[in-house]
């Protein structure tokens, strides 16, 4: 969307993206070294402490450092929803290598469920198969991962139609290469900065589904700390101790924002050249 | 045109059947026997037996699932399986809430649409339109339960402008009511704002580059002449569908909204349902879901042809 030219003006939103996404990995994955405390240890004499130097970000109503939470919570979201990610992204492309090569029926069939899922807020959707399955970290990951695949499934789809029309593609297949040897040796890689991008788009959504999900009580099962369940928690306790809830859904919304934002920018990168 | 509506609402047909047997074999097939879960697990067994007997859940499921479409088909959804109600009777109390909950958001989000998408298309490439930017980048990253939660903190907790939840109803107490529904509307309407305010902003900077702009501007046609009678009419295609298809996921945003806020309407009896395995509720729910979006992309389709005469559906 923001103007720019060339190789080297990066968009800002790639910059602004991939500082923020960048730094939030960054602290999730040294989360136990820069932690002050212990995330689950309860605290009596220090419960709903104010922010200050003792407690950065103060502590909770059992008197847990809510700091150390949202660092290991980090972990755990970041966890979950790159697993999604990953479901996503690989029923995602297998549908739309599948549907956009073979199309006819395979394709009808394909993009009429795809259709049907799309229909559907991603939430709901999400709500429904989890009471069906119960919750637990593996439904969590495939309910996410399942909701957020149609929408990566149909834009790959439009540039599989694409590639397949491309000089290459015919001379391959004029040599003898098998379907497999197709999809995979000369379509996969012209789509794969495509799916790279609606991953970090994924990754956002997949944050912020997930979130909410635990915000209304259908979660991972704690004692796991998800910025989620700290918000839920911390929502009973707006008006004695705000920062309980506060600070969750800060790190929720960064998080969620640096996605969007390199997703944004990776497509304004990537998008030129794919044509 | 009433050929092509006749055939679009066939087309209804199997989709609803796909999802009626989705549904209805999901739920059977994890939950186990319905009996069962009516009386509890340490439910008494002869009850359950009997409960079993009398509802038909000792024949085949493909036979139980015929017998469940035959009172669906006849519009009967069954009862709800934690409140003696009958399930429609539930969905139907709660739908005018959410109903005036989404109609009001989809027209806030609207009115900060136009004029923010407007303002980015003619300050192109200007520091106008990189404001507009950075803010629909934040407003579609508002998780809305925290944006929920910070206006409560604000204008509840510290302020004391405004209730921070509950619900009356409009007959009542008109100014009440708007005033119990401003955040959750606000709250509901962010995201969709940003959504709407990006798509404008492009639709306009595209048409703001068409021949018959230049000429509108060429025979003389004032800056509002030139935007409101040739710009907004062609931009604002795009938008029309935009609408239609985040009308029926508002109620995805509703679920949580009406948590938050305290709000008895269709997302609160959702997660009631999902968490209270309400099973026959979350079935009703997912299946007028798909008819209502069904409906509302179908509606964005003819509203299309009459906006735009180019568009004819044979």
Partial sequence: ?275 | MAAYILRRLLALIPVLLLVSVTVFTIVRVSQGDPSLLLVGEEGNRELASRIREELGFNRPIPLQYLDWLGHVARGDMGRSMRLPYPVNQLIADKLLVTLELALLATLVSIAIAIPLGLYAALRSGGRGETAVTALTAVGVSLPNFWLGILLIFAFSVSLHWLPSSGFSPLQQDLLGHLKLLLMPVFTLALANAAIFTRLFHTSMAEVLWQDYIRTARAKGLGQWGVLVGHGLRNALLPLVTAIGVHFGRLLGGAVVVETIFGIPGLGRLMVEAVTGKDFTVVQAMVLYLTIVTILSSLMVDVAYAYLDPRIRYG
């Fill in chain 1, 1 to 275: 969307m923001s103007q720019h030219s060339g190789l080297w003006t990066l968009p800002q939103s790639l910059t602004i993206g991939s500082l923020i996404a960048g730094s939030i990995v960054a602290l999730a994955v040294l989360a136990p070294a820069i932690a002050p405390y212990d995330p689950v240890r309860v605290d009596p004499g220090a419960l709903l402490t104010p922010p200050g130097p003792a407690h950065w970000l103060g502590t909770d109503d059992i008197g847990r450092d809510l700091f150390s939470r949202i660092l290991h919570g980090a972990r755990t979201s970041l966890t979950l929803a790159l697993a999604a990610v990953l479901v996503s992204s690989l029923l995602g492309s297998a549908v739309a290598l599948a549907s956009g090569y073979w199309g006819g029926p395979v394709d009808m069939v394909l993009m009429r469920i795809m259709d049907g899922f799309l229909a559907f807020p991603g939430l709901i959707l999400a709500l429904a198969m989890i009471s069906f399955l119960g919750a637990s970290s593996l439904t969590i990951v495939l309910a996410v991962g399942i909701v957020a695949t149609p929408g990566l499934a149909r834009i790959t789809r439009s540039q599989v139609l694409i590639e397949r029309q491309r000089d290459f593609v015919q001379a391959a297949t004029v040599v003898g290469a098998t379907d497999a040897r197709i999809l995979l040796r000369h379509i996969l890689p012209n789509v794969a900065s495509l799916i790279v991008v609606q991953a970090s788009l994924n990754l956002a959504f997949a944050i912020l589904t997930e979130a909410s999900l635990s915000f209304l009580g259908v979660g991972v099962p704690p004692p796991a700390p998800t910025w989620g369940t700290m918000l839920r928690a911390g929502y009973s306790y707006l008006e004695k101790a705000p920062w309980v809830a506060i600070s969750p859904g800060a790190a929720i919304f960064l998080t969620v924002l640096g996605f969007n934002l390199l997703g944004d920018g990776l497509r304004a990168v990537l998008s030129p050249r794919g044509r």
